[in-house]
């Protein structure tokens, strides 16, 4: 393709992509260091990038969002999206600008930078401690409506003076543990005990409850899914009810994971499912969620070719839940998958040979997201654009500083 033609649908592609606020300071600059790191890449196929490299198709992405939007409008509950699976800005206001009523967060680090990129109604969907997050997460409040989740007195309690120290309000989720046996208070009873204290402490406004089934997820039996999925929105949504019983606001009833959105979307009592995985697909979450696109894949290339097996170079340093991963349009079964090569078996007159490029369907998406550093961002055959995965690993890389 001449380069003109590529400057061209580059600029094309750039003018139907989600428009974000300016973002300042360590933001602006990963943006501009994956630009100059990989925008040499824009205009080209896909199949000749350097590999390994993280791909996202943006017509499935578009498809997924706007599936997802669509059916959810025949549905009681609204869509406040997990995006810590892309970790992408521009992804999340596409979901925003697609009728999601806000978005979810597991860290205060992408609440930082999805509040500096111009997004609003943020719910950081886990228990947040630590004198430093804790006062990062006032200080976003007072820039943007933001929500935790709580299930601790204490904890609560020093959200609140945080917030009176920084002049904000932040809004409290109680966390019930609905059957994941992690985070979250276990019986009604002690929500209400808890929602009491809540709603005395100055800085903190009760707003609700959420209960992720992620457990759910771990059950590919659809019928005992759905079972374990009824038991555990049933405990969720009479929570809620005795916490008004007892006079107390809880206006909102949040949870849903990509295994089981449809159900707790359509469950009565239930306002907002935090689905996420859905925009991306991986192979998790497909044999439960199969009506959604892999709109995210891994480029890899061929570097060894032995008589009983192809290679190539992404290895489990490059994908999530590796031994879910599969290649598209080759139907070959994964041997193993070591640092930085994945094994698939193959006999000698198999079709591919080394200097071959392929695309990796990952098996967990998230898993996958956190390894790189950008998309590349393509639609057809080619890249239209870099996006930066911000921020990555446990850190803040210098959010707060």
């Not at 996202?56 to 009681?76: F, G, Q, V």
């Not at 891994?298 to 839940?321: E, Q």
């Amino acid at each position: 393709m001449p380069s003109q033609r590529v400057s061209a649908l580059s600029l094309a592609r750039r003018l139907t992509m989600p428009e974000l606020a300016p973002a300042a300071g360590t933001i602006q600059e990963t943006r501009d260091r994956v630009k100059r790191a990989y925008g040499s890449a824009v205009g080209r196929r896909r199949r000749d990038l350097v590999t390994p490299a993280l791909i996202l198709d943006l017509p499935a992405a578009r498809r997924n969002i706007d599936k997802m939007a669509e059916r959810l409008k025949t549905m009681s509950a609204g869509i406040r999206p997990h995006i810590k699976v892309h970790k992408s800005p521009e992804l999340a206001r596409m979901q925003v600008d697609a009728g999601a009523i806000g978005i979810s967060t597991a860290t205060v680090w992408e609440a930082i930078v999805m509040v500096r990129c111009g997004l609003d109604s943020i719910f950081i969907v886990n228990t947040i401690a630590g004198r430093e997050k804790l006062a990062a997460l006032a200080e976003i409040a007072r820039d943007a409506d933001v929500m935790v989740a709580v299930d601790d007195a204490q904890n609560a309690a020093d959200i609140a003076a945080a917030a009176r120290a920084a002049h904000s309000t932040v809004g409290v989720l109680i966390e019930i543990d609905t059957g994941m046996d992690r985070a979250g208070v276990d019986t009604p009873e002690q929500a209400v005990d808890l929602a009491r204290r809540l709603a005395r402490l100055d800085g903190l406004k009760l707003q609700g409850v959420t209960g992720y089934e992620g457990h759910c997820s771990l059950t590919p039996e659809r019928d005992l899914r759905a079972q374990r999925q009824r038991t555990a929105m049933t405990l969720l949504v009479d929570t809620a009810e005795q916490i008004r019983a007892a006079g107390l606001p809880c206006p909102i009833v949040s949870a849903g994971g990509t295994a089981t959105w449809d159900w707790t979307a359509n469950t009565p009592g239930v306002t907002e499912i935090q689905a996420g995985s859905y925009v991306v697909m991986d192979n998790f979450h497909f044999p439960m969620a199969g009506d959604f696109e892999h709109a995210l894949t891994v480029m890899a290339t061929v570097i060894s070719r032995p008589p009983d097996r192809v290679i190539v170079d992404a290895g489990n340093k490059s994908l999530g839940a590796p031994a879910l991963t599969s290649m598209r349009g080759h139907d070959l079964t994964a041997m193993r998958f070591d640092e930085e090569h994945a094994i698939f078996v193959a006999n000698a007159d198999y079709p591919l040979h080394v200097g071959d490029v392929v695309e990796l369907v990952p098996g967990y998406a998230p898993g996958t997201v956190n390894w790189y550093d950008a998309y590349h961002v393509v639609d057809g055959d080619r890249v239209v654009d870099i996006w930066p995965v911000i921020p990555r690993g446990p850190g803040h890389g210098g959010l707060i500083a």
